[in-house]
């Protein structure tokens, strides 16, 4: 195997695209939770904007798309959930806690869809190996075929 075998997928999607459906994900979400999520439960909606951002991760399979997409989430959660009419402040710890939930929702979002990625490349590798070596499916083929009554 090569270096790169955690790379394994058939056509990634461009970062673009899936950064901007990332990005429409999360207004989605925003709206959403601040219509029905009372203001004063931050950590509700901090897990809905960190269950998008992570669904976004698994969609997109690209690392580069779901960073960026958590760090649009945490200026749209700090600008619109947390303070009001889009007014980024920095409130200390607090904001870097958000910050690091939101990246590591992203991580965990790629890195399941990388783990299935790896699994469903180890398996067809086992098997393209165990073809190839006669293990499979030419093994079941006889060497000498009998001459039939028909020719």
């Known amino acids: 195997m090569s270096g790169t075998w ?11 695209i899936t950064l901007a459906a990332g990005s429409a994900a999360v207004v ?18 901090l897990v809905a904007m960190a269950v998008c951002v992570a669904a976004a991760g698994a969609v997109s399979g690209n690392l580069v798309s779901a960073l960026a997409t958590a760090s649009i989430a945490w200026t749209v959660l ?9 007014v980024l402040t920095w409130h200390g710890a607090a904001d870097v806690v958000r910050l690091g939930v939101l990246l590591g929702a992203a991580a965990a979002g790629w890195l399941a869809v990388l783990s299935g990625r790896v699994i469903r490349h180890r398996r067809d590798v086992v ?11 030419a093994s079941s083929v006889p060497e000498f075929k009998e001459a039939s009554p028909s020719g």
């Open 78 to 86: 700090n600008g619109f959930l947390v303070n009001r009419l889009g």
């Open 127 to 137: 098997r393209m190996r165990v073809w190839l070596y006669g293990d499979g499916f």
């Open 6 to 16: 955690w790379l394994v997928r058939a056509r990634p999607a461009p970062t673009g």
């Open 28 to 45: 989605a979400t925003a709206v959403l939770s601040a219509a029905v999520i009372a203001p004063s439960a931050l950590m509700a909606r």
